[in-house]
């Protein structure tokens, strides 16, 4: 980030680590690991702590650096609260665990390419593939980054960041 200041640029909208350990290609190494189903918790416990250490690490570059400001989006957060929520009246996702496009087990155990299975409803999956998210879902967090509260994006959110 100090290069990118050092080269102009002042406004930076960064994105936390979201919990990795839910994704499927994790839940599936869960599974081969321990024999049980859930999030892989070791992984999942190591995206949590490294918000608080970026959020810092942000708060004391916006005051090293003059005139820098910044959009921190807490990743984790947004996406629990959709597993908390998986329908609202701005989405409705019936599937958060099984990839929409590959196989095995969480469709996680083979890879999305042209011969893999594709669901019928993507808008309701939350994972595309073994490890990204469904448009749906980027839609989601593209809207919250922009316009979000403090619940999910701080100090300010990008619509804001971009108005300085």
């Not at 893999?116 to 593209?142: G, K, M, Q």
């Amino acid at each position: 980030m100090q290069a990118l200041y050092n080269m102009g640029a002042r406004k930076f909208s960064i994105i936390s680590i979201p919990p990795l350990g839910c994704i499927p290609s994790q839940r599936l190494r869960r599974l081969n690991e321990t024999g049980t189903q859930g999030c892989y918790d070791h992984l999942n416990e190591l995206s949590l702590r490294s918000y608080p250490l970026l959020a810092a690490m942000m708060q004391e570059l916006a005051q090293e650096l003059p005139g820098m400001s910044y959009s921190l989006g807490d990743a984790f957060t947004m996406v629990s609260f959709v597993y908390a929520n998986p329908q609202t009246k701005d989405w409705r996702f019936t599937e958060l665990e099984e990839a929409c496009c590959g196989g095995g087990p969480f469709g996680a155990a083979y890879p999305c390419n042209e011969t893999a299975p594709v669901c019928v409803r993507r808008e309701e999956y939350l994972f595309w593939d073994a490890n990204h998210p469904t448009e749906a879902a980027s839609a989601i967090a593209a809207q919250t980054l922009f316009a979000g509260n403090r619940t999910f994006v701080s100090p300010i959110n990008v619509k804001e960041l971009a108005l300085l």
